[in-house]
């Protein structure tokens, strides 16, 4: 029995010995193009620029703070164009109404004025009316004719007196819409001057925004290499 076992096992022992040799070469890395990638990436990096730790620090947070710092300006910008647009039109719309009132203006002046010749000459019929009127009673031609020229001044001043009314009529109404006018160019002034500040306040946070951009193309974009040591 003990002859019998003894070849077995001792050949066992030799073609295990034999077999882990092959096994082990069969895993064997190949260190050649590991080596060549990591020689490659030593290279670029030498020839990467800085980061320092401050400007790590500085990078980080403005690539945040940019995409919204970059929104809220976009609908700041979006704001003042509507608002601009709508200050544009109620402009126009001031414009079209000092238009018309200056041309309604322009013919109530007249109608005034005219109004005024004839008050003038109203009043010179009359002085010269009062002085031919008589102390005595006038023959019957001339009591006529001084009758006549009465009553045509008399005529005259009823219808002087319909127009000045009609006139004065119409000089409220005119006035009143005139006074409107000027509160709206008064809201309109005022709303341009807060539009002016509103676009003086974005400016000063566009350049901000874009100084705070420069600085990250500059010293953040792109790769680098990172020195967190003080």
């Not at 790590?56 to 947070?61: M, V």
């Not at 719309?93 to 109608?111: F, H, M, P």
């Not at 409107?180 to 400016?203: D, K, M, P, T």
Request: with cysteine; aromatic share 6%.
């Amino acid at each position: 029995m003990s002859i019998a076992t003894k070849p077995s096992f001792t050949l066992f022992g030799v073609l295990l010995a034999v077999w882990l040799p092959v096994q082990a070469q069969e895993n064997l890395p190949t260190m050649g193009k590991v080596s060549r990638l990591q020689e490659l990436g030593f290279e670029n990096m030498k020839e990467l620029p800085r980061l320092d730790k401050r400007d790590f620090g500085r990078c980080l947070s403005t690539n945040f703070s940019l995409l919204a710092e970059y929104q809220q300006l976009q609908k700041q910008r979006d704001g003042l164009d509507a608002e601009s647009k709508e200050i544009g039109e109620g402009s126009r719309k001031l414009g079209e109404a000092n238009r018309l009132l200056l041309q309604e203006q322009d013919e109530l002046s007249r109608e005034i004025s005219g109004l005024q010749a004839k008050s003038a000459d109203l009043s010179q019929r009359r002085a010269t009316i009062e002085k031919k009127r008589p102390n005595n009673p006038l023959p019957p031609a001339e009591a006529k004719r001084f009758n006549v020229e009465v009553e045509s001044f008399n005529s005259d001043i009823k219808r002087v007196e319909k127009q000045r009314l009609a006139l004065a009529g119409v000089l409220p109404d005119f006035n009143a819409r005139l006074e409107r006018y000027n509160l709206n160019v008064g809201h309109l002034n005022e709303r341009i001057s807060l539009y002016r500040a509103s676009v003086e306040r974005f400016e000063i946070s566009l350049k901000k925004t874009n100084d705070t951009i420069q600085f990250h193309e500059a010293n953040c974009a792109g790769k680098r290499v990172i020195e967190l040591q003080e």
